[in-house]
């Protein structure tokens, strides 16, 4: 398959230039695409999901994306979700990972003079994330088109409530979160209470993940 190329090239003027994609559930096509992607953006942001529950074995899942994101020699940011939890309700696996390039449940940094936050699945202190530019997480905020699909005539809300009360509270402002979840999404960009929602929900049956493009305006003195 042709390598696609993105039209302009990293960290573009004053802007960073971020890939999302989540949802992957083990679809390996899909990582490797990922991986062949990498040298055209400043960093990945990939929103859970990563183990699928109608392949291999759990362990093993865990082992292969492991050694994925460990080999991927980029940056990226990295959540839970509620497929990559083990039987006790625990993916303590993405926060073993123990690599400099990897941000993941629960942890913050600051990356190209913008601070990065990853909300996990279960378990998140959202108040650690108040000064957080672009928020990483599994489930969309309730009530947003990125949280809604149509299930036969009859449109459905998956979204987290607890986010959405944040968000409305301006307990978080952050001007992007990224999601994913909703893997058919009736809208994969929203906007409320002035911060993005982005959501490029799944394709399962393709090589190529659904993802989306981010370019954020940093600093003009900052070094990516």
């Given at each position: 398959?042709?390598?696609q190329?993105?039209?302009?090239?990293?960290?573009?003027?004053?802007?960073?230039i971020?890939?999302?994609?989540?949802d992957?559930?083990y679809?390996i096509?899909?990582?490797?695409?990922?991986?062949?992607?990498?040298e055209n953006?400043?960093?990945?942001?990939?929103?859970?999901?990563?183990?699928?529950?109608?392949s291999?074995?759990?362990?093993?899942?865990?082992?292969?994306?492991?050694?994925?994101?460990?080999?991927?020699?980029?940056?990226?940011?990295?959540?839970?979700?509620?497929h990559?939890?083990d039987?006790?309700?625990?993916?303590?696996?993405?926060?073993?990972?123990?690599?400099?390039?990897?941000?993941a449940?629960?942890?913050?940094?600051?990356f190209?003079?913008?601070?990065f936050?990853?909300?996990?699945?279960?378990?998140?202190?959202?108040?650690g994330f108040?000064?957080?530019?672009?928020?990483?997480?599994?489930?969309p905020?309730?009530k947003?088109?990125?949280?809604?699909?149509?299930v036969?005539?009859?449109?459905?809300?998956?979204?987290?409530?607890d986010?959405?009360?944040?968000?409305?509270?301006?307990?978080?402002?952050?001007?992007?979160?990224?999601?994913?979840?909703?893997?058919?999404?009736?809208?994969?960009?929203?906007?409320?209470?002035?911060?993005e929602?982005?959501n490029?929900?799944?394709?399962?049956?393709?090589?190529?993940?659904?993802?989306?493009?981010?370019?954020?305006?940093t600093?003009?003195?900052?070094?990516?």
């Open positions: 398959m042709q390598l190329k993105r039209s302009v090239p990293v960290s573009i003027g004053n802007n960073m971020i890939l999302l994609a989540g992957l559930h679809n096509q899909q990582f490797q695409w990922l991986k062949r992607q990498k953006y400043d960093c990945l942001c990939l929103t859970g999901d990563f183990i699928s529950e109608n291999d074995d759990f362990s093993r899942q865990v082992a292969w994306v492991s050694d994925w994101m460990r080999g991927l020699d980029k940056q990226i940011f990295v959540c839970s979700g509620n990559d939890c039987d006790l309700a625990e993916s303590d696996w993405i926060n073993n990972l123990n690599c400099s390039n990897i941000c449940d629960n942890q913050t940094k600051r190209g003079g913008i601070k936050g990853c909300i996990p699945y279960l378990g998140a202190d959202l108040y108040a000064d957080c530019e672009i928020l990483v997480t599994h489930v905020p309730f947003t088109k990125t949280a809604q699909s149509v036969g005539r009859v449109k459905k809300n998956w979204g987290d409530k986010l959405y009360d944040a968000l409305d509270k301006h307990l978080l402002q952050p001007r992007y979160l990224l999601c994913g979840h909703v893997e058919n999404p009736v809208a994969k960009r929203d906007c409320i209470f002035g911060v929602i982005i490029p929900g799944a394709k399962h049956n393709s090589t190529v993940p659904s993802h989306e493009i981010i370019a954020f305006e600093n003009a003195n900052t070094e990516i």
